[in-house]
């Protein structure tokens, strides 16, 4: 038996120790905003929160989680009631396809419960593992800048912003 905190609630399961997180938040808890994309760790499509960090779900194994809390994007709002970066994803039009969008969102939320003004470069560097197959990173950044009280475009004078692979 293994006993979860899962968006502050404690789930006691009956499953293998070695499952990794995103197959028991999916069948067994029947959260589903987690995605499975790549299981390698590589696309972010199942992006939580443990404790304060994201993290891909795909790679944990759930014993490894021990009394650590696991927050998913349900934890945020929901259809009726979005929360604040969900309805900056909805006002920025940040989802094509929206595969990728609930792990940008967990993503971008940890960034901004850790640094709720960041640069330019940190928001960058910070949203960079997660991908997105649609090519909507500058909806997704957009909406996390929104959310951030930031200009919609960065300061190209203010700080130099170097383009990487995903952003």
């Not at 969900?86 to 940040?94: D, P, S, T, Y």
């Amino acid at each position: 038996m293994i006993t979860l905190n899962v968006n502050g609630e404690p789930h006691t399961l009956d499953v293998d120790p070695s499952t990794p997180l995103l197959y028991v938040l999916r069948n067994d808890l029947h959260l589903h905003g987690a995605k499975f994309g790549c299981g390698l760790g590589q696309c972010g499509a199942c992006t939580v929160i443990v404790d304060d960090k994201p993290m891909f779900s795909c790679l944990i194994p759930v014993a490894s989680l021990g009394e650590r809390r696991v927050r998913t994007v349900e934890s945020l709002g929901t259809a009726d009631r979005p929360g604040p970066l969900q309805r900056a994803f909805i006002v920025h039009q940040a989802a094509q396809c929206g595969y990728c969008i609930a792990g940008m969102i967990m993503r971008a939320q940890a960034l901004l419960e850790r640094h709720p003004k960041p640069t330019e470069k940190q928001l960058r560097a910070h949203m960079e593992p997660n991908l997105c197959r649609c090519g909507t990173h500058m909806r997704i950044l957009a909406a996390v800048r929104q959310v951030a009280g930031l200009p919609a475009e960065p300061d190209a004078a203010s700080e130099p912003v170097i383009v990487n692979k995903a952003l």
